[in-house]
């Protein structure tokens, strides 16, 4: 799974070398949720992901199983999404909100892609310990404490054109509205 370690690394690095808005800040985060329970799960979401990352490059795959035949498409799929997040970032003017590529279809892809890879993890190695993280990151990163931050950092950063982008583009994944013509 180093790989997987590989392409997050980079592209957490791009991010923060892009700068932006994405991220929010633990205030903003702790406005968003409504209770301390809410708080406590997107906080571990948050704190889990890489030694969560760490600890699948050391998990066992069980090569030659069912387990490794299932998961093995699903890692594949969200390793290729985490490149093509990757690419998109990277071709994306700095100031500018990144809404081509994969960014059509999803306005968080890099969570979905994250989620996608950590469950194919989870089913290759037969991991209920990892399936547990997995759960925990995906329940985090799905609920909308931090995506509402983020968005709403982008919004003040970012202006109309944000505003437009989330009128036409699904939050996890989904086919874009089409644009109307005036």
Known sequence: MGPFLLVTLLIMLLMMKKGGPAGGSVRAVQRACKS????????????????????SVFLPLKLGSIWFCVGLPITLVGLVGSIIVLVDWANTPAGEPVTRGIYRYSRHPMYVTGVFVFLGVSIMSASWVFLLLTIIFGV?????????????????????????????????????????SD
Not at 45 to 51: A, D, G, H, R
């Open 36 to 55: 301390k329970i809410t708080l406590l799960v997107a906080s571990l979401s948050k704190l889990i992901y890489f030694p969560a990352v760490v600890y």
């Open 140 to 180: 985090g990163v799905t609920r909308p404490y931090f995506v509402k931050v983020e968005e709403a950092e982008c919004l003040g950063h970012y202006g109309a054109a944000y505003r437009e982008y989330i009128n036409r583009t699904p939050r996890w994944i989904g086919i874009p509205k089409s644009r109307k």
